[in-house]
């Protein structure tokens, strides 16, 4: 198993050792608590781009509906917060098995279907969602199914917070441990058996078929999980904010959303990570630093896609690295090249 | 021993294979003919990815075409493609593994199995991301995949494509020892004739999706019906007298 597990393995588990590190306990010491809230924004966002690492990253099916399902994830964890009492550890996997059921349910065609029509159907499937939540409004403690009332009378209770997770920071922390846990069961997923047999789908249907992978059941798996990950940080979203709006859960967002975790880079769940900072923290720096508006990040992420689709395909995740190595290279050039130019000069 | 009964395969309009009867009796069983003849269709039907109009494979008494396609794997087919389908961005070992885990074979042997392979097939780096591999070595991942976890069939669709002679060969030794190692019965296809007759005791002929020939790799190599449908001699000659006559008029 030695020359299986080698370097790499270590170098990448200290590397995340030391990034829980300092977002557990760096972070909350440096910065005050509207960073701290977009910290934990980050987070949230980074499990949603990770959703998507699942589905075009790993099997190669596109799907154009998991912002919407965010907002599945976001209403039902309001719902089921005001219909039952229930720990919210139990909460949040209560939450991300109804997600897991609606995004199966959308993610259906991709059975038959592939490519541009599977992006269509699921673009369609979010127009759908995004339509019946603007209907129905988000839960607030009201009765009936939306548990939807007229907040103007005022009263309303917020959603609740874990219990050691009341405070900014406390809240904060608690998601960063929850995500991290997510991508924990995503990383097993890669590295096991579902993860061999969605690389075998990627790389060829009929291939795949003659290996004897059941292809219908591994995409609706793809599917489930990608779907219960959104779902879960749709329930850590709703506690996040207590209340929620339709306003918010726009359809473009979900284009804006695979934009950012193509960037980011798709096929690792590194670039998850870069995805979530791109999409929370860098418009939250540049409208607090230097007051840049919103909708300057649509066209720079526009640029970064053409960037992306030209000449990166794997994203900043994976062209940093090579950039910095690249640079290191660079620096260091007039340092190394001495002794070789001394030995040539006789 | 597989046994092939009035298979036909019929694509709008087209009749990729026509009423074949054969038998592939164990061991290692060439399947050749001219490009179109019909074998790779074959070979899709056995993988179950056409449906035919007609007929039945009946596999080690087992009905091949009342099987689920991707339950063929566990049963113990396996099969190779014309072009490369090993996962780049999957090791050697993984690549083996994946198919050792939809097989028959249970998880206890997983690991001395899958190195077993890829040590039979002459690979010594387990570890290799398959992306970074070479030609030779990326199909030698596939016959890795095709011989690991309790095989019964192995269609091998020309597995040295493109390799130059001293790696066919290579190919070849690996390939000879399949039946007696696994039990398993290999269907070669291939345009390499030396590479055939060096591994196939026994060889079919397709031509234009009929049977033409099959016997005795020795006996179906001189068949005169079958060098014709190689060298195709009647159009040949035609062509030769044409090319005759266009030369001897050009002057006049």
């Known amino acids: 198993m030695n020359r299986l597990l080698g370097r790499g393995v270590l170098v990448r588990g200290a590397a995340i050792l030391a990034l829980m590190l300092v977002a557990l306990f760096a972070l909350p010491a440096w910065f005050d608590t509207s960073w701290i809230d977009t910290f934990t924004s980050v987070a949230i966002y980074a499990v949603v781009s990770a959703g998507l690492v699942v589905l075009y990253g790993k099997v190669g099916m596109i799907s154009l509906g998991q912002f919407a399902l965010l907002a599945v994830g976001t209403w039902t964890g309001l719902r089921l917060n005001y219909l039952v009492d229930l720990p919210f550890p139990l909460l949040l996997l209560a939450t991300g098995a109804v997600t897991c059921v609606v995004g199966v349910v959308i993610g259906l065609p991709a059975l038959r279907l592939s490519g541009l029509f599977l992006a269509l159907i699921t673009l369609m499937g979010a127009g759908a969602i995004t339509l019946v939540l603007r209907t129905l409004e988000f839960p607030n403690g009201g009765g009936g199914f939306s548990g939807h009332r007229d907040s103007d009378l005022g009263g309303v209770v917020p959603m609740v917070r874990p219990s050691w997770?009341?405070?900014?920071?406390?809240?904060?922390?608690?998601?960063?441990?929850?995500?991290?846990?997510?991508?924990?069961?995503?990383?097993?997923?890669?590295?096991?058996?579902?993860?061999r047999a969605w690389a075998a789908i990627r790389e060829s249907e009929p291939a795949a078929l003659a290996a004897g992978v059941n292809i219908t059941l591994y995409k609706m798996w793809a599917f489930a999980l990608a779907s219960f990950m959104t779902g879960v940080a749709g329930c850590l979203l709703a506690s996040q904010v207590g209340q929620t709006t339709p306003q918010p859960?726009?359809?473009?967002?979900?284009?804006?959303?695979?934009?950012?975790?193509?960037?980011?880079?798709?096929f690792t769940l590194w670039g998850a990570v870069v995805a979530g900072v791109l999409s929370k923290l860098v418009p939250f720096f540049l409208q607090t630093e230097w007051g840049v508006g919103q909708y300057w990040l649509t066209i720079i992420f526009g640029l970064g896609m053409l960037q992306v689709l030209l000449t990166a395909p794997g994203g900043i995740a994976e062209q940093l690295p090579k950039d910095l190595a690249n640079l290191a290279r660079l620096v260091s050039r007039p340092f190394r090249k001495r002794p070789s130019a001394s030995k040539e000069t006789p | 021993m597989i046994e092939v009964e009035g298979l036909t395969v019929r694509f709008?309009?087209?009749?990729?294979?026509?009423?074949?009867?054969?038998?592939?009796?164990?061991?290692?069983?060439?399947?050749?003919?001219?490009?179109?003849?019909?074998?790779?269709?074959?070979?899709?039907?056995?993988?179950?990815?056409?449906?035919?109009?007609?007929?039945?494979?009946?596999?080690?008494?087992?009905?091949?075409?009342?099987?689920?396609?991707?339950?063929?794997a566990r049963w113990g087919l396996r099969r190779t493609f014309q072009t490369e389908q090993a996962i780049e961005s999957l090791s050697v070992f993984e690549n083996v593994a994946m198919?050792?885990?939809?097989?028959?074979?249970?998880?206890?042997?997983?690991?001395?199995?899958?190195?077993?392979?890829?040590?039979?097939?002459?690979?010594?780096?387990?570890?290799?991301?398959?992306?970074?591999?070479?030609?030779?070595?990326?199909?030698?991942?596939?016959?890795?995949?095709?011989?690991?976890?309790?095989?019964?069939?192995?269609?091998?669709?020309?597995p040295a494509a493109g390799l130059p002679d001293e790696e066919t060969e290579h190919m070849a030794t690996v390939i000879q020892g399949i039946p007696e190692r696994l039990g398993a019965l290999v269907i070669l296809v291939d345009h390499d004739m030396s590479l055939v007759s060096s591994c196939c005791t026994t060889t079919a002929v397709l031509d234009f999706g009929r049977l033409i020939a099959s016997g005795l790799t020795t006996d179906v190599l001189r068949d005169e019906q079958v060098i014709r449908a190689y060298l195709g001699t009647e159009e040949l000659d035609d062509q030769v007298l044409g090319a005759e006559e266009h030369v001897t008029e050009e002057p006049a």
């Not at chain 2, 050792?100 to 097939?121: C, P, Q």
């Not at chain 2, 992306?131 to 192995?154: H, M, S, T």
Request: glycine letters at 12%; a neutral charge; aromatic letters at 8%.
């Open chain 1, 165 to 195: 997770g009341t405070s900014e920071v406390g809240f904060y922390r608690y998601t960063v441990i929850v995500c991290a846990l997510v991508f924990l069961l995503a990383l097993a997923h890669f590295v096991l058996k579902p993860g």
């Open chain 1, 249 to 266: 859960f726009l359809l473009t967002n979900n284009l804006l959303l695979i934009a950012t975790a193509m960037i980011g880079g798709i």
């Open chain 2, 12 to 72: 709008a309009g087209v009749t990729p294979i026509d009423d074949v009867s054969v038998v592939f009796p164990g061991g290692t069983c060439g399947l050749i003919g001219p490009n179109g003849a019909g074998k790779t269709t074959f070979f899709n039907v056995l993988s179950g990815f056409v449906k035919p109009a007609a007929g039945s494979i009946r596999a080690f008494g087992d009905d091949l075409l009342g099987m689920v396609d991707f339950r063929r």
């Open chain 2, 99 to 158: 198919i050792h885990e939809h097989s028959k074979a249970g998880r206890a042997t997983r690991r001395s199995d899958v190195l077993a392979a890829i040590e039979y097939v002459g690979l010594d780096e387990p570890g290799a991301t398959v992306g970074g591999l070479d030609a030779r070595d990326r199909r030698l991942v596939e016959l890795a995949r095709a011989v690991v976890g309790r095989p019964r069939v192995i269609l091998l669709d020309e």
